[in-house]
């Protein structure tokens, strides 16, 4: 029962509590890139949330079988971004054989999961949270999940202020800056949950 309360608990905060991108402001470059459309921000959150989970599961073997044995801890973000980097290049190698128009519409900001700090944020959390396997893989889906409802949030948002009315010097970038702000204000009436 203990354990799954904690895996609860870890599912709530990174998807709402401790959202990457509303509450820890991780992956930002790609939040406000890809949320122009709802379908290539579901696109990129799934691809977010597969790398994640998938990125999760590696670094926690990598760590505990290879840099901890060998006193390698500091070598913990390079070989973190390494594994990474990898993943991302078997994503888009899939994508781009199976489904073309996705990997033309998400673009640069594919390979830009590589360096998106919230896939590099969720595998170091989970080496200084001290979580388990499980735990780890848990964290790094439901941060995946986090990270694509803020981004699908934001670009049902961003299609529907297409249309709306606004001054001329709010059209674009800069209202997109004031809606993701009030998205994160939104997300913080999160942060007084608490699980029993």
Not at 12 to 31: D, K, R
Not at 51 to 63: C, D, E, K, N
Not at 125 to 143: D, R, W
Request: glycine share 10%; hydrophobic share 55%; proline share 3%.
């Amino acid at each position: 029962m203990e354990m799954l309360t904690s895996i609860f608990a870890i599912s709530l905060g990174a998807i709402l509590t401790n959202n990457f991108v509303l509450s820890q402001f991780l992956g930002i470059c790609p939040f406000m890139g890809v949320s122009k459309k709802i379908d290539t921000a579901v696109g990129m959150g799934a691809a977010v949330t597969f790398v994640m989970g998938l990125a999760s599961l590696v670094t926690y073997f990598i760590q505990h079988l290879i840099l901890v044995p060998m006193g390698l801890e500091y070598m913990q973000t390079v070989a973190f971004i390494l594994v990474i980097a990898s993943l991302v290049q078997f994503i888009e190698m899939f994508l781009q054989k199976t489904v073309p128009a996705l990997y033309t519409a998400l673009g640069v900001f594919l390979p830009l999961i590589t360096t998106n700090c919230a896939v590099l944020g969720v595998s170091i959390n989970n080496v200084s949270y001290g979580y388990n396997l499980i735990e780890s893989v848990v964290y790094g889906v439901t941060g995946g999940l986090g990270f694509m409802l803020a981004i699908v949030l934001f670009a049902s948002i961003r299609e529907r202020l297409e249309f709306a009315q606004c001054p001329k010097s709010f059209e674009g970038i800069p209202l997109a800056m004031v809606t993701a702000g009030l998205m994160a204000l939104a997300f913080m009436g999160f942060s007084g949950l608490q699980v029993w």
